[in-house]
């Protein structure tokens, strides 16, 4: 055994992103720092963050053209994995990108939030890449504990605290099911990795209860009903850059993580669980858009809009198919820069005063289109992509994700979803007509000036929203032919 | 003779087990649940894993049980007694719920030991040195990142208590 | 196997044992005659004058964590200075970047106070 034999090429963007949050972590702690410079070395170690993800990219995609490698079979780097690679590192940028200003309104410790969120990342990249049972609760855990204290960072506000409290409680619960799965899965084939028991699995009641346990357990990650509790707290309490960027990463990298473990470690044959994640995307879909039909917070409207878009991409894994998966990809992709983007403009509806609780309530954007109609706008694009109305990215994501379904013989899931996507135009469009329709008066907040940081995050996000939905076609198909050089 | 010992420890640790689920005071608790884990110490070392048992001992009856008398005293002996706000119906729905969930384990492990006897690979011995060479080579990944864990809890607990050095 | 540590259950029978007839003998031999005196907590001669259960300074609750993840950490070691001798090189450089990762936490602990009992 020595160091060169080891692949480390196959891991190099995820060392990149532990590098970068240990160099910025340590700058807490370095050297003094006037009153004055505090929040230029928040924005100093902000650059830094955005260089670390940058690279972590750039090496990602060099890599995309390189065939899989494993590290001594604990990781797997293929294409499923440089996907969520890139859509975790997207939103974590343009989470870095809302909290340049965010931030500074509430906290001086940037060092500790820009190096947990870079250990989230990192944390996450791991979870995506796992295929050995380990790895994988390992990474989870520290995504999890990264995100649990990101949650509660905003020390000045009580609901703040409370998120992090619930998240961290029923979280922990969560990590338990996870890890007693593993053990029963372990228990039943005496390996802990995916290839060994899905050769080795009895298929006996052992087998069933240790993947079920784990389906709990990633069911809660990914915010799935009946697991979703704790999400509207949790989201609503977490500063917004955190709630922008673990709605998107937790749940991409659960979900990749979820497949990978379904995949190759199922034995029984896939439609069992098929029939499991079917009635959990139905559920979901149905609980979150009929509870966001009510809501009066932005932000707690888009937590249960984030439960609903749970719900379309297990269509995906329902599918279990080339066709599916690939469609997955895609809602992911566009799903992070229509969901960051709905939170960054939601970010701007908060109010000043870090004493209440941060809530961008809809009378905060009673007649925005003729204050900000700039910003209106740009939130019109997210929600209608959000609701899945075309040419936008989240219209042909829903496309794909339902032919994908049709194609694999889910029909009635694919009718169940498409009702669903109506109901979910209600509240999208409540949004929007409360912006355009309504006069403004004087609950209408905006925070001004609107920093240029977040001008650029809504500026890529828009743009992504609108690209991915122009260019949907070609962008589909070279994800496809990454997805089908995996391992079907 | 095995057997027999271990089904008399068994019965200690559920007991236990129940006993710190059921009882109302804190502090109680937190004992039945030493008694559970030094059970369980007994437990590796009757499977071969010597390390484990020390190690459950060390961390486990040691540290964890001592973090959470701990918090039970930085929360305050008065509050003492806890209340259940639980409904009736929920205590039903965990009877019968863990009730299945036990049957769907125990089954499994029946069947398990019926079909075959090697259940799980277990490895020849579970002393420091097997434990060290797994650890170090196998699973040299999970190892490394073990310590972004402990990282993670570190840096999150100074930064949700500590005000930074040159924060007012 | 489990034969193995025979010995230990007879030592551990034998505390027990012995600890048993340090508390049963007295009660049974000792004559016993209470008054409202003697049944008061003993504070070295002084009256009670609070209940003695109260709370913890918040601190420890840095401390008992610190010193859990610490704990953890060490544990490690353990088994690693046995195999050490196998792995050569390869194992000294592996444990340098675990106990590099949490020497960078133990510095940023340290610095930030979280030592100090503030």
Same mark, same amino acid.
Not at chain 1, 99 to 109: E, K, Q
Not at chain 1, 355 to 377: H, V, Y
Not at chain 1, 470 to 482: D, K, M, W
Not at chain 3, 8 to 34: C, E
């Given at each position: 055994?020595?160091?060169?034999?080891?692949?480390?090429?196959?891991?190099? =963007?995820?060392?990149?992103?532990?590098?970068? +949050?240990?160099?910025?972590?340590?700058?807490?702690?370095?050297?003094?720092?006037?009153?004055?410079?505090?929040?230029?070395?928040?924005?100093?170690?902000?650059?830094?963050?955005?260089?670390?993800?940058?690279?972590?990219?750039?090496?990602?995609?060099?890599?995309?053209?390189? =065939?899989?490698?494993?590290?001594?079979?604990?990781?797997?780097?293929?294409?499923?994995?440089?996907?969520?690679?890139?859509?975790?590192?997207?939103?974590?940028?343009?989470?870095?990108?809302?909290?340049?200003?965010?931030?500074?309104?509430?906290?001086?410790?940037?060092?500790?939030?820009?190096?947990?969120?870079?250990?989230?990342?990192? @944390?996450?990249?791991?979870?995506?890449?796992?295929?050995?049972?380990?790895?994988?609760?390992?990474?989870?855990?520290?995504?999890?504990?990264?995100?649990?204290?990101?949650?509660?960072?905003?020390?000045?506000?009580?609901?703040?605290?409370?998120?992090?409290?619930?998240?961290?409680?029923?979280?922990?619960?969560?990590?338990?099911?996870?890890?007693?799965?593993?053990?029963?899965?372990? @228990?039943?084939?005496?390996?802990?990795?995916?290839?060994?028991?899905?050769?080795?699995?009895?298929?006996?009641?052992?087998?069933?209860?240790?993947?079920?346990?784990?389906?709990?357990?990633?069911?809660?990650?990914?915010?799935?009903?009946?697991?979703?509790?704790?999400?509207? #707290?949790?989201?609503?309490?977490?500063?917004?850059?955190?709630?922008?960027?673990?709605?998107?990463?937790?749940?991409?990298?659960?979900?990749?993580?979820?497949?990978?473990?379904?995949?190759?470690?199922?034995?029984?044959? &896939?439609?069992?669980?098929?029939?499991?994640?079917?009635?959990?995307?139905?559920?979901?879909?149905?609980?979150?858009?009929?509870?966001?039909?009510?809501?009066?917070?932005?932000?707690?409207?888009?937590?249960?809009?984030?439960?609903?878009?749970?719900?379309?991409?297990?269509?995906?894994?329902?599918?279990?198919?080339?066709?599916?998966?690939?469609?997955?990809?895609? &809602?992911?992709?566009?799903?992070?820069?229509?969901?960051?983007?709905?939170?960054?403009?939601? +970010?701007?509806?908060?109010? #000043?005063?870090?004493?209440?609780?941060? #809530?961008?309530?809809?009378?905060?954007?009673?007649?925005?289109?003729?204050?900000?109609?700039?910003?209106?706008?740009?939130?019109?694009?997210?929600?209608?992509?959000?609701?899945?109305?075309? =040419?936008?990215?989240?219209?042909?994501?829903?496309? &794909?994700?339902?032919?994908?379904?049709?194609?694999?013989?889910?029909?009635?899931?694919?009718?169940?979803?498409?009702?669903?996507?109506?109901?979910?135009?209600?509240? &999208?469009?409540?949004?929007?007509?409360?912006?355009?329709?309504?006069?403004?008066?004087?609950?209408?907040?905006?925070?001004?000036?609107?920093? #240029? +940081?977040?001008?650029?995050?809504?500026?890529?996000?828009?743009?992504?929203?609108?690209?991915?939905?122009?260019?949907?076609?070609?962008?589909?198909?070279?994800?496809?032919?990454?997805?089908?050089?995996?391992?079907? | 003779?095995?057997?027999?010992?271990?089904?008399?420890?068994?019965?200690?640790?559920?007991?236990?087990?129940? $006993?710190?689920?059921?009882?109302?005071?804190?502090?109680?608790?937190?004992?039945?649940?030493?008694?559970?884990?030094?059970?369980?110490?007994?437990?590796?070392?009757?499977?071969?894993?010597?390390?484990?048992?020390?190690?459950?001992?060390?961390?486990?009856?040691?540290?964890?049980?001592?973090?959470?008398?701990?918090?039970?005293?930085? %929360?305050?002996?008065?509050?003492?007694?806890?209340?259940?706000?639980?409904?009736?119906?929920?205590? /039903?729905?965990?009877?019968?719920?863990?009730?299945?969930?036990?049957?769907?384990?125990?089954?499994?492990?029946?069947?398990?030991?019926?079909?075959?006897?090697?259940?799980?690979?277990? *490895?020849?011995?579970? $002393?420091?040195?097997? %434990?060290?060479?797994?650890?170090?080579?196998?699973?040299?990944? *999970?190892?490394?990142?073990?310590?972004?864990?402990?990282?993670?809890?570190?840096? $999150?607990?100074?930064?949700?208590?500590?005000? /930074?050095?040159?924060?007012? | 196997?489990?034969?193995?540590?025979?010995?230990?259950?007879?030592?551990?029978?034998?505390?027990?044992?012995?600890?048993?007839?340090?508390?049963?003998?007295?009660?049974?031999?000792?004559?016993?005659?209470?008054?409202?005196?003697?049944?008061?907590?003993?504070?070295?001669?002084?009256?009670?004058?609070?209940?003695?259960?109260?709370?913890?300074?918040?601190?420890?609750?840095?401390?008992?964590?610190?010193?859990?993840?610490?704990?953890?950490?060490?544990?490690?070691?353990?088994?690693?200075?046995?195999?050490?001798?196998?792995?050569?090189?390869?194992? !000294?450089?592996?444990?340098?970047?675990?106990?590099?990762? !949490?020497?960078?936490?133990?510095?940023?602990?340290?610095?930030?106070?979280?030592?100090?009992?503030?």
């Amino acid at each position: 055994m020595n160091l060169s034999s080891l692949n480390w090429n196959s891991l190099l =963007p995820e060392l990149v992103i532990v590098a970068t +949050s240990l160099i910025v972590l340590i700058t807490a702690v370095v050297g003094k720092v006037s009153r004055v410079d505090r929040i230029a070395r928040g924005h100093a170690l902000a650059v830094v963050t955005l260089i670390g993800l940058l690279i972590a990219a750039g090496l990602t995609i060099m890599q995309l053209s390189q =065939p899989a490698s494993d590290f001594m079979g604990m990781v797997q780097s293929d294409a499923l994995s440089h996907y969520l690679n890139l859509v975790i590192l997207l939103a974590a940028a343009l989470a870095v990108l809302l909290a340049w200003d965010y931030l500074g309104r509430f906290t001086y410790s940037f060092s500790e939030f820009y190096s947990l969120l870079l250990l989230a990342v990192a @944390g996450m990249m791991f979870l995506g890449k796992s295929t050995e049972l380990i790895t994988l609760f390992v990474s989870l855990e520290i995504l999890s504990i990264s995100l649990y204290i990101l949650t509660g960072f905003n020390r000045h506000q009580l609901a703040s605290a409370e998120a992090s409290l619930k998240y961290f409680l029923l979280g922990a619960f969560a990590s338990g099911f996870i890890v007693y799965g593993a053990a029963l899965l372990y @228990g039943d084939t005496g390996s802990t990795w995916f290839s060994d028991i899905a050769a080795n699995a009895s298929g006996g009641f052992l087998t069933l209860a240790g993947f079920a346990l784990l389906l709990v357990g990633f069911a809660f990650k990914i915010a799935a009903v009946p697991f979703h509790m704790w999400t509207p #707290d949790a989201y609503q309490g977490a500063p917004t850059p955190v709630t922008a960027f673990m709605s998107v990463g937790t749940k991409a990298a659960a979900l990749v993580a979820l497949f990978r473990v379904l995949q190759s470690a199922v034995s029984a044959p &896939y439609e069992t669980w098929a029939w499991a994640l079917a009635i959990l995307s139905l559920l979901t879909m149905t609980v979150g858009n009929v509870a966001a039909l009510r809501q009066t917070s932005i932000k707690r409207l888009l937590a249960y809009s984030s439960i609903a878009q749970a719900g379309y991409m297990l269509i995906g894994l329902v599918a279990g198919t080339v066709l599916g998966l690939q469609a997955m990809l895609f &809602y992911l992709f566009a799903y992070a820069f229509m969901n960051i983007g709905a939170f960054a403009c939601a +970010s701007l509806l908060e109010s #000043d005063d870090w004493s209440e609780l941060q #809530d961008a309530s809809m009378a905060n954007a009673r007649g925005l289109f003729s204050r900000q109609p700039l910003l209106a706008t740009a939130l019109a694009i997210f929600m209608f992509s959000l609701a899945g109305i075309p =040419p936008l990215a989240g219209f042909f994501g829903k496309l &794909y994700l339902f032919d994908a379904a049709i194609d694999a013989g889910w029909l009635w899931l694919a009718l169940v979803a498409v009702i669903n996507s109506v109901i979910s135009a209600y509240y &999208y469009m409540r949004v929007v007509v409360v912006m355009f329709m309504e006069a403004p008066d004087e609950s209408t907040r905006v925070r001004l000036p609107i920093p #240029d +940081s977040a001008i650029l995050a809504i500026v890529i996000a828009v743009l992504g929203a609108l690209l991915l939905g122009i260019l949907a076609g070609p962008s589909f198909a070279s994800l496809g032919q990454a997805v089908v050089a995996w391992r079907f | 003779m095995a057997l027999l010992l271990f089904l008399a420890l068994a019965l200690v640790a559920l007991l236990a087990a129940v $006993g710190m689920v059921t009882s109302r005071n804190a502090v109680h608790s937190a004992l039945f649940m030493l008694v559970n884990f030094a059970v369980y110490a007994i437990f590796y070392i009757m499977l071969n894993a010597q390390f484990l048992g020390v190690v459950q001992v060390i961390v486990y009856a040691g540290a964890i049980v001592v973090l959470f008398l701990f918090v039970v005293m930085l %929360i305050g002996g008065e509050i003492g007694a806890v209340r259940s706000s639980l409904r009736r119906y929920t205590y /039903a729905a965990a009877l019968i719920l863990g009730a299945l969930f036990v049957a769907m384990i125990g089954l499994g492990i029946a069947q398990t030991i019926s079909t075959d006897q090697t259940v799980a690979g277990a *490895p020849a011995a579970g $002393g420091v040195e097997a %434990i060290g060479m797994a650890l170090f080579t196998t699973y040299l990944l *999970p190892f490394e990142l073990a310590s972004l864990l402990l990282l993670a809890g570190m840096v $999150g607990g100074v930064a949700r208590r500590y005000k /930074a050095l040159d924060e007012d | 196997m489990v034969l193995d540590y025979l010995p230990l259950l007879i030592l551990f029978i034998i505390a027990a044992g012995f600890a048993a007839i340090a508390i049963i003998l007295p009660t049974v031999l000792g004559p016993r005659n209470p008054n409202k005196m003697k049944q008061e907590p003993i504070e070295s001669g002084m009256i009670p004058f609070m209940q003695a259960w109260r709370r913890f300074p918040v601190q420890y609750y840095m401390v008992a964590m610190l010193f859990i993840i610490f704990d953890i950490e060490v544990i490690f070691f353990y088994p690693w200075a046995v195999v050490l001798g196998k792995l050569k090189l390869f194992g !000294l450089i592996e444990m340098a970047i675990f106990l590099g990762i !949490l020497l960078i936490g133990y510095f940023y602990v340290w610095r930030k106070g979280a030592f100090e009992w503030q």
